[in-house]
């Protein structure tokens, strides 16, 4: 059993505190030995990419001290200890399953007197068979035409993931033939936005799916109300139109009011789901099956590379020690992802749920206050966008802000044109290997307006093309490096009370049982 | 002529600085006198809304101190002088002048030998009589077939403004009989942006805007280029489908490619353009130039506002005052921004740009290095959706992060569903008012895992509904809340220096004159 201690209990992390030792990035990226860092300083990650962390503040000194405490914090011995069923979610008391959603790592976990992994896949296989039939048709609309668009109905990381790894592939799925439905996705409680998809699709030809864990997301429940007026106001059965994705002891599992229902558990959190029904129903529709088996493949490898003891070949470890040296020792408090790929415009806002949701704690898992910064605010946009926009803070501004860069060698069309001797993606991968130098090395000038200090770190996930295996592993990687830094920051990573104060004043506010203060802001609104 | 200070020099700063006096969020917001303060703490806006800051941790005597810096820093001498005209942006040595684009505030400016005032409204009316033209049909495809698509072609300013603003009226014109073409943004130079949008649309119906001031953008030449190949390929005349907003001076002004040119100037920066011709085509096109009109109206007003002396009745000047309060005595380091509006679903993308690109400085407006924080990261979703997502890290995380609300009590569209006694809207503004409330007064619990410590500070914008002229105020708050913050910090909040290194190394990159760590990355990104 691995011991669950706090970050600043442990010898190795004292001593990496006490260390007054900084690595200076201008003079590590100079030269021919700067060359060579870059070449060296790199992991291979599944799905064919790569984590480079040449310009980040390390060195072997502060490499070693990083795989002291992930040894003193065993690391490893947790998740192995997460993947083999262990009740990690301390607060729910819950297992912490999502891993088995795509591969099986370690011993069978049986949970509610039934094997999970089995479970998971068997789910899986009942959304491929219905997929299948709506793609041939079988499973049609009242004329029996068939469905050409699937509108998921979900909130929180019943949409953030699902919405990010559907942008990230549609452009994809176009150039390889693989686009089989359109997909939308209502998750705002603000009526225009139900309102606002319902305007641009075709309800007669659409399937929607409602995705609720519980059953009972007030969100949730809200829009399906809205499609379901939108059905009928077009002459057409919502119980033909719809179907389910919740768990098995929710009031959405036998109900009549859907074509079928698929099945996640209590032990795959929301913002942890999109391997699950809750992402594989939506993209399996979209893309077909076989995409979405892809998909957790790439997931499934990132996974294995997870297990590894070592962190100078674990990415998603290294990435999670590197994250919690910048948090804890050098005392960074933002971190931005900045992804030079327009399909990943989305996948900043799932990362910001994942991380800050699973992290963005101030007790440990036992309940007890902890005495060190946690989860730090995450943002980001795509690049070359972002250049034009907040960089300017991130080159010049007061604070050091930790950047996480994606790119890829290819685009996903196929499709690009040369101007003045290069393709956009040449343009677009030239800048981002130009930003990570600007940062790390930045430009003297007398003109101190002019003038870049440098020394800002950042890391790049690098890949040959964005596909639902780098995707997948691109996810499984974020997922896992989270993990690791809740294990860093004894954290338990898997629940979100903070989250529950303000639907329970909400509903007081709904039921008009406020006075002071509340009703007074109440009142503001309307209400 | 104002003083331009370094504010740790001012000595009302100073003094703010060494009181220890700090309100309790939990104290003033109880019982009656907590309902009292919500009612007070208020200011009228422009556009019928108001800003309520009765959930930040200011009383009569940090408000009296804010007063005092606000005449000592003399932010009101300082607007002035900014719309008579002077050189504000010291670095590029240019007027500032956004505000003409909207209005007229104090005296007549002339520069260049031409009177700016009448420069803008001229490009104003030019524009609204081709959007009559390409409506009525007068200006249409070689068929003869009406326009039905306008494409805006740009990145940073000339991209996120536009597009957040015309996100914001999308359904609300489609409620109003004001939805006249259907716009779309390519920004990226990621070649799958274009493609996608190419994919979405019918080019022979389709009016491009090739927006750049220089007339030399990278992004938006290349996607020009892409654009016009699409255009020849499905047989069509490139130049029949194309307009420019662009300087006088540039290449693009006076090209035969373009069916049409509207101007805009050196004296307004890309981050403040949403009022110029570059927010100004687009939004013409697509709604109507009245709308357009009506959303310059609302700037105008909330421009009217920000000039008064008087922070007290000023909301964008006690905005900036508290922010930098928040920022510099409070320590806190980065601020969210979230809309209880799905159609503001982009507009804290927007104010990324506007605010992070310009006070993210580390000199001042002389050049010299400050010794205080200036602009803060800035982040932010739609609710209720960021309440499933990174709301967690705001309630119980380890860094407060004062947050800016804006709800309205009614919703664009116009439909809505009553569930549970309370329709979506409602279940909305429900919402944001027990988020306030939550943030500000926590809950005590002797479970610490359900313990929240309350003391989170926020504000909230509030209106009866997102329409031209609330879009226009609250463009124009955000903007002014900036400029005074940069008055404020001492900073040249109108240039951008930070971007240019970037650029400098991504050519040096594409002419593969690079050696060392750059070199090395350009090969990791497939160049």
């Not at 179907?243 to 209590?266: C, G, N, Q, R």
């Amino acid at each position: 059993m691995a011991e669950w201690k706090n970050l600043d209990t442990l010898d190795t992390y004292k001593k990496l505190a006490a260390s007054d030792h900084r690595v200076d990035l201008k003079e590590v990226l100079a030269g021919e030995a700067g060359a060579d860092r870059v070449k060296q300083y790199s992991v291979p990650m599944a799905g064919g990419l790569s984590y480079n962390y040449a310009a980040k503040q390390v060195d072997d000194e502060v490499l070693g001290a990083l795989c002291d405490l992930a040894k003193e914090s065993d690391l490893p011995g947790k998740f192995e200890e997460l993947y083999n069923g262990a009740m990690i979610n301390t607060g729910e008391k819950r297992l912490v399953l999502h891993h088995l959603t795509r591969g099986q790592l370690g011993e069978n976990v049986v949970a509610d007197g039934v094997d999970k992994r089995e479970f998971y896949t068997n789910e899986q296989k009942k959304i491929a068979a219905f997929a299948a039939k709506v793609h041939s048709g079988e499973v049609a609309n009242a004329d029996g035409e068939k469905f050409t668009t699937v509108v998921q109905i979900g909130i929180g990381g019943s949409d953030l993931g699902p919405r990010a790894m559907y942008i990230a592939l549609e452009n994809w799925a176009r150039a390889n033939g693989s686009m089989l439905m359109d997909a939308k996705f209502i998750s705002n409680v603000d009526p225009d936005d139900a309102v606002s998809v319902l305007k641009s699709i075709d309800v007669a030809h659409s399937l929607f799916i409602l995705v609720s864990k519980s059953g009972t997301t007030l969100e949730t429940l809200t829009n399906e109300a809205f499609v379901k007026d939108a059905l009928v106001n077009a002459g057409l059965d919502p119980s033909k139109h719809m179907i389910a994705v919740t768990s098995e002891t929710s009031p959405l599992a036998k109900s009549s009011d859907y074509l079928a229902a698929f099945f996640m558990d209590d032990y795959i959190g929301g913002r942890y789901s999109s391997t699950s029904a809750v992402g594989g129903a939506v993209l399996s529709l979209a893309f077909g099956p076989e995409v979405f088996d892809r998909f957790l493949c790439g997931a499934a490898e990132a996974d294995k590379l997870a297990a590894q003891p070592d962190p100078m070949s674990n990415a998603a470890m290294l990435d999670a020690l590197i994250g919690v040296y910048e948090r804890n020792i050098l005392g960074y408090e933002t971190t931005a992802v900045l992804p030079y790929s327009q399909a990943l415009a989305r996948f900043p806002a799932h990362l910001q749920q994942a991380d800050m949701e699973s992290n963005g704690k101030s007790v440990n898992r036992f309940g007890e206050p902890v005495n060190y910064k946690t989860g730090p605010v995450l943002f980001g946009e795509p690049g070359t966008n972002g250049q034009h926009s907040f960089y300017q803070l991130l080159h010049q501004g007061k604070d050091i802000v930790p950047l996480q860069f994606i790119g890829f060698r290819e685009n996903q069309s196929g499709t690009d044109v040369d101007i003045q001797g290069s393709t956009s993606q040449q343009k677009l991968g030239a800048n981002v290997a130009a930003q990570i130098v600007a940062f790390a090395c930045g430009k003297d000038d007398d003109d101190l307006n002019k003038h870049f200090d440098g020394g800002r770190p950042s890391s790049i996930i690098t890949g040959d093309q964005l596909t639902p295996e780098s995707l997948g592993a691109l996810l499984a990687h974020f997922e896992n490096k989270i993990m690791f830094q809740g294990f860093l920051w004894n954290l338990n990573s898997f629940d979100q009370e903070g989250v529950q104060l303000g639907k329970v004043l909400a509903k007081r506010v709904l039921a008009h049982e406020t006075d002071g203060a509340l009703a007074q802001y109440a009142a503001l609104l309307g209400i």
